[in-house]
């Protein structure tokens, strides 16, 4: 039998993730939308929909979905008004309902499977597996000090090369957790760089992985690019040509000398684990890695009690929140 997990494309931002999404939409099985914004957020805003074994509840997620102004629904390009009597149809759950807004998305493509890809996902795997049991999650890797000097160059990242650098560490540290925690069918590992050099070998070994089998147009994503990317992402220009080596270490160029220091002086220890050679540029400045430690001091407090508060949460569940869509799903349900 044939897969219908969902995969979920995580990963620090410019890691190269939409170039992987746009490989993994060009499989003729699997369908993975641009970037949404209503999967975690919902799932924080799930006491507010009530519980979902009520029609009237399922109506108002469902209506919120395709709504909001930050949910990005727009991106699925399908029928709101048909989601939202589907979601009503649906199974009564959180999980249902976000997964059939994908699964409608993938449908109009002929495609049997979806996927979902948002960097800041590797925060978030374990509500993710809350809502999908079943997930498979694809981490790509890139060497921390591009992805840093990718970063601060973007117009919609409004932090400082301090935060850039905890960017990094933290999906490589939360990688590390994952890896050890999740089963080896769950969560998969491969570098930006091993793709762009070779992708027919690593989309063939990721195919593997996912349960499917390899098609070679996957190494051609410009081809779906100029569909599935929006025009005003002006920062995906490149997923619009072919796949090129060219951006690998262009941090040389790209970073002023402390920050390289910077970058190797705090991530050192997780680059060299990964396969990427250090410079020798010489230790940073203290004062420097001491803003790095401020920042991640604040970010690790943030997710502390956004962690609490969603612990103490799940006590008081309004409703069931798994989905109940695809085999896996049907057959632990089927269990209970």
């Known amino acids: 039998m044939q897969s219908d997990r969902p995969i979920f494309v995580i990963g620090c931002p410019r890691s190269g993730t939409t170039m992987l999404q746009l490989m993994l939409h060009s499989h003729p099985r699997i369908g993975v939308p641009p970037e949404t ?26 209506q919120w979905i395709v709504t909001d102004k930050d949910t990005k629904f727009k991106e699925l390009k399908i029928d709101g008004d048909r989601f939202v009597e589907d979601v009503v149809a649906g199974p009564p759950t959180l999980g249902s309902a976000i997964g059939i807004a994908f699964r409608s998305h993938a449908e109009q493509f002929g495609k049997a499977r979806w996927g ?28 921390g000090r591009d992805a840093v000097s990718s970063l601060k160059e973007m117009p919609w990242y409004t932090k400082d090369v301090f935060h850039a650098v905890n960017n990094w560490a933290e999906a490589i540290d939360f990688g590390r957790r994952h890896a050890k925690n999740l089963p080896a069918d769950s969560y998969y ?3 930006y760089e091993d793709l762009t050099a070779d992708p027919e070998t690593e989309l063939a070994k990721l195919c593997g992985f996912l349960g499917e089998e390899y098609d070679p147009v996957m190494s051609e994503p410009c ?21 090129t080596t060219s951006r690998s270490g ?10 390289v220091s ?14 990427y050679e250090l410079s020798g540029a010489p230790k940073a400045d203290k004062a420097h890695v001491a803003e790095v430690s401020k920042a991640a001091a604040k970010r690790r407090a943030a997710r502390r009690r956004k962690d609490l508060r969603d612990r103490i949460n799940r006590f008081r569940e309004p409703g069931p929140v798994a989905a109940q869509l695809t085999t896996r799903q049907l057959g632990e349900l089927a269990k209970v």
Do not use: M
């Open 37 to 62: 914004r209503f999967v975690i957020p919902g799932y924080y805003r799930r006491f507010v929909f009530g519980d979902l074994r009520e029609e009237v509840n399922r109506r108002r997620l469902g």
């Open 116 to 143: 979902d890809k948002r960097p800041s996902y590797y925060h978030y795997v374990d509500v993710l597996l809350r809502l999908f049991p079943d997930a498979q999650f694809i981490h790509l890797i890139r060497d």
């Open 189 to 191: 590992e491969l570098r």
């Open 223 to 243: 081809h779906v690019a100029r569909l599935a990317i929006p025009q005003n992402r002006s920062w995906h220009l490149n997923t619009h040509g072919e796949v």
């Open 250 to 259: 262009s941090w040389k160029s790209r970073l002023e000398p402390w920050e």
């Open 262 to 275: 910077l970058c190797e002086t705090v991530l050192g220890e997780r680059l060299t684990a990964n396969g």
